[in-house]
């Protein structure tokens, strides 16, 4: 008689213990992901091996990102139309490389050119949301990491290579939420927010 008292209680245990394995583990897998992974998402909105992400504007333009199963690799691809005959394409690859915690190489290639951009993420300090003139498309978001150096390179045009406070990320798939949980992660996890 007492024996059997106490299985509902040890089954219950064990379903907390369950529980709480699987918890772990979720929570694992969030801290898991890596610093690579976390800049993709903070440039482009997608996580490796994850969705792609299509959003069209009030123009009919198309943006698509395609996320690759290899971290720091995506595509981007922009469709518009002007008129019944007339169609400009773009299509884009991406691929980021760490260098360190806090600075990261990116090759852009399609279009007919190739741009390097160097992220520098030592003195990010703070994350603003742009609300420029031109609208954000619906279901994307223009972002300054404040204190971020970044470089911009396109040898095959000639010009010298620009230099940018951390104001020019471009449109990202993402929400506010999604990206200011990815940027704290990432100030948690890899590279400490600079205190100025």
């Given amino acids: ?11 219950l245990a064990g379903r907390f213990a369950l529980a709480a394995l699987a918890l772990a583990g979720l929570i694992g897998t969030a801290q898991a992901q890596s610093a690579e992974a976390t800049v993709e998402f903070l440039l482009a909105g997608v996580r490796p091996g994850g969705e ?7 123009d009919e333009a198309v943006r698509t990102v395609t996320p690759t199963t290899k971290e720091g690799v995506w595509r981007f691809q922009y469709t518009r139309s002007f008129g019944p005959d007339k169609t400009y394409e773009m299509s884009l690859d991406y691929e980021l490389k760490q260098v360190t ?3 990261y190489d990116l090759k852009i ?3 007919g050119t190739v741009v390097t951009m160097k992220y520098d993420f030592s003195g990010a300090h703070d994350l603003e ?5 031109n609208p954000t498309p619906p279901g994307m978001i223009s ?3 404040v204190g971020a ?3 911009r390179c396109e040898p095959q045009k000639g010009h010298a290579c620009e230099h940018f ?9 993402a929400s506010e939420d999604e990206i200011r949980q990815a940027f704290a992660h990432f100030q948690e996890n890899y590279c400490p927010k600079s205190p100025f």
């Fill in 109 to 111: 290639r399609g279009n």
């Fill in 149 to 151: 150096d970044v470089e």
């Fill in 165 to 173: 406070d951390g104001n020019r990320f471009g449109y990202v798939a």
């Fill in 52 to 58: 792609a992400k299509r959003v069209v504007d009030e």
């Fill in 101 to 103: 915690a806090c600075r």
């Fill in 1 to 11: 008689m007492h024996d059997l008292a106490k299985r509902p209680s040890l089954r």
């Fill in 129 to 133: 949301v742009r609300h420029d003139e």
């Fill in 143 to 145: 972002i300054d990491v």
